[in-house]
């Protein structure tokens, strides 16, 4: 099994995405690689989700993830349809046994000592902290990251282009998560151009 690290680690960035018509997904993967950032995670926010990671992971350009993942039924779908890793907003010991019991990676949510703790428990050690902007920020991952050195954390929730970078400053950060480069009004619309310069943008302002 590929670990998260492996799988989000190189691109620093993960455009968290919704999408709303599957057959969004072709043009919003040729964006994203045009832009430089060949990586996606679809969530399950809309009935959409699964048909779109299915035509998005036959694309073959893109790296598919799916997010929002709350149920282990919702992670046998999203394998089904093709995705590569799983992320969830908390942390369900079930979720992340089902993502074992399929061989994927799983990035489960966690903001607290408590929940990072448990987390290890479980054996995870690579958290996706959420929602980032309400729970402290970077200085809140900075703080973190002293007990408990040995995670490593994408923040997701309230990052844009303003503040990408205090996040990736902080080294226990692998990569963050944010949907600033792909607007749900913008994919709605077809304006597939746009996604592609704010990517650009975003990977500009990683480097």
Request: negative net charge; hydrophobic residues 55%.
């Amino acid at each position: 099994m590929s670990s998260i690290v492996d799988v989000v680690g190189g691109n620093r960035i993960v455009p968290v995405v919704v999408l709303d018509d599957p057959a969004a997904a072709e043009p919003l993967a040729d964006a994203l690689v045009a832009g430089g950032l060949p990586i996606a995670e679809v969530t399950f926010r809309t009935d959409a989700a699964a048909a779109a990671i299915a035509r998005m992971a036959r694309h073959g350009g893109v790296t598919v993830g799916a997010g929002t993942v709350t149920t282990p039924a919702q992670v046998d779908a999203a394998v089904a349809a093709g995705a590569t890793f799983v992320v969830s907003p908390g942390l369900s010991a079930a979720v992340v046994s089902r993502c074992r019991f399929h061989n994927v990676p799983a990035l489960p949510g966690a903001t607290t000592a408590t929940e990072i703790m448990a987390a290890l428990e479980l054996g995870v050690d690579v958290l996706k902290f959420f929602p980032a902007g309400t729970s402290g920020g970077a200085r809140a991952v900075a703080a973190l990251a002293a007990p408990f050195a040995q995670v490593r954390f994408v923040p997701t929730g309230g990052i844009d282009a303003s503040n990408v970078r205090d996040y990736l400053a902080v080294p226990s950060v692998l990569a963050v998560g944010g949907s600033w480069m792909v607007p749900r009004a913008s994919i709605a619309a077809g304006d597939f151009a746009t996604v592609t310069a704010l990517t650009a943008e975003a990977v500009a302002a990683a480097a």
